[in-house]
């Protein structure tokens, strides 16, 4: 069992950094894959990116904007966001899924979910 709780989220101008940080208790994060998702009012969930070791994958969105990274000594994983957009504005959500040997880029991937952090970017 793993217990996730993101922190980080707020208001930011567009054009601005923000990073979000989810804490894992209960397992260590070196075993599972972990990732971020975003939905925005009335859409959809969609993948934001994912970790697996220190290999990572990315949304074309934020692709070269957006970083995840994690600390394994903090049993955390972070997502560095620049060069905020509006349409980055979304609740981000944390999870945690068992590796399958590829990237987990489905939300049916993912095991273990945060409650999520609000992102807001203002034009």
């Known amino acids: 069992q793993v217990q996730l709780v993101e922190s980080g989220g707020g208001l930011v101008q567009a054009g601005g950094s923000l990073r979000l940080s989810c804490a894992a208790s209960g397992r260590t994060v070196l075993s599972y894959d972990m990732g971020w998702f975003r939905q925005a009012p009335g859409k959809e969930r969609e993948f934001v990116a994912t970790?697996?070791?220190?290999?990572?994958y990315y949304a074309d969105s934020v692709k070269g904007r957006f970083t995840i990274s994690r600390d394994n000594a903090k049993n955390t994983v972070y997502l560095q966001m620049n060069s905020l957009k509006p349409e980055d504005t979304a609740v981000y959500y944390c999870a945690a899924g068992r590796s399958g040997g590829y990237y987990l880029r489905s939300g049916h991937e993912y095991d273990y979910w945060g409650q999520g952090t609000q992102v807001t970017v203002s034009s």
């Open positions: 970790i697996r070791w220190s290999s990572t």
